[in-house]
């Protein structure tokens, strides 16, 4: 199912315009941008529903399009009660799908949480630099794994670390590391809108 980057309404395949907005859909083969042309900067609000839109990941949902026992469940428990007519988009990593672990989106932060562990607040004013990495890692039975590292630096000095140990192994965290890689290079505000659930 396509979303439409503008506004998060489902598009049926094909279509040129969203039914609900009216916002031109790129076809597979146009361009966004073309070389020498700036990229023209949005609201944090619009970055994050577009880039989640098309981000083509399962189980992300942006608004309206976010079921509601699921918005709910996930603003409590992933963005530490944050109201949920903030919330833009939500990336459900839970195992039954109830919205108790992933990402949840807002146009100041995104939380992310995993099975075990406590919520992660990584707010978008201040950013710097951003940093994924994936090490390799022995343990005592000789067994290599890589763990996918997060690192978000602020103007402040201070920085937030997440990893794939942290959250479930299919959090995708490369996905929300570019996505902060290129907050500054679209966005020209930060804001959130009540959005009507």
Aim: hydrophobic fraction near 40%.
């Amino acid at each position: 199912m396509k979303y439409c980057p503008e506004c998060g309404s489902k598009v049926i395949a094909g279509a040129k315009f969203c039914p609900e907005c009216g916002y031109k859909i790129l076809a597979q083969n146009e361009k966004a941008t073309s070389p020498g042309i700036a990229v023209t900067k949005v609201s944090s609000d619009v970055y994050i529903k577009r880039t989640l839109a098309k981000s083509g990941i399962e189980d992300t949902s942006v608004i309206p399009n976010i079921a509601e026992k699921t918005l709910l469940t996930a603003s409590k428990t992933i963005a530490r009660d944050t109201n949920p007519a903030l919330i833009l988009g939500i990336m459900n990593t839970a195992l039954f799908k109830k919205g108790k672990t992933g990402a949840v989106f807002t146009g100041t932060e995104v939380f992310v949480r995993g099975m075990l562990e406590n919520s992660v607040k990584i707010p978008y004013e201040g950013i710097v630099d951003v940093a994924y990495n994936v090490e390799r890692k022995g343990n005592s039975k000789r067994k290599i794994t890589e763990v996918a590292i997060l690192t978000v630096d602020y103007q402040d000095g201070n920085s937030i670390r997440v990893d794939s140990e942290q959250l479930d192994s299919d959090f995708p965290l490369e996905f929300l590391a570019q996505l902060l890689q290129n907050f500054n290079l679209n966005v020209d505000k930060i804001e959130t809108n009540i959005e009507i659930i």
